[in-house]
């Protein structure tokens, strides 16, 4: 089992940054591919961005590529994303995601941190 918490969210002005942060339980964590996903409103659940387990690689949707940064330190199972120039449409509630690389879907999710962008 892997519990993940995020923190981070919050009240940010258009143009401004946040970090966000994931941590997980359990002692595999290095052994999971990492995602941060996010659902605004009456929207469908989007993907952000993914690490895959070494760190050695990323991927980003379009819409954050450039402003976004997703990193992990397995030696503190955590996952963090880095997010600058945000913009109103950014305003989400973002998720944490975790799976074996074998496996299509997630496996374990967090509860969501809120994240606000005023214009």
């Known amino acids: 089992q892997v519990q993940l918490v995020e923190s981070g969210g919050g009240l940010v002005q258009a143009g401004g940054s946040l970090r966000l942060s994931c941590a997980a339980s359990?002692?595999?964590?290095?052994?999971?591919?990492m995602a941060w996903l996010r659902q605004a409103p009456g929207r469908e659940r989007e993907f952000v961005a993914l690490i895959w387990s070494s760190g050695g690689s990323t991927i980003y949707a379009d819409s954050v590529k450039g402003r976004f940064t997703i990193s992990r330190d397995n030696a503190k199972n955590t996952v963090y994303l880095q997010m600058n120039n945000l913009k109103p449409e950014d305003s989400a509630v973002y998720y944490c995601?975790?799976?074996?690389?074998?496996?299509?879907?997630?496996?374990?999710w967090g509860r969501g941190t809120q994240v606000t962008v005023s214009s």
């Open positions: 359990g002692r595999t964590f290095s052994q999971y591919t």
């Open positions: 995601a975790a799976r074996l690389p074998a496996h299509r879907d997630y496996d374990y």
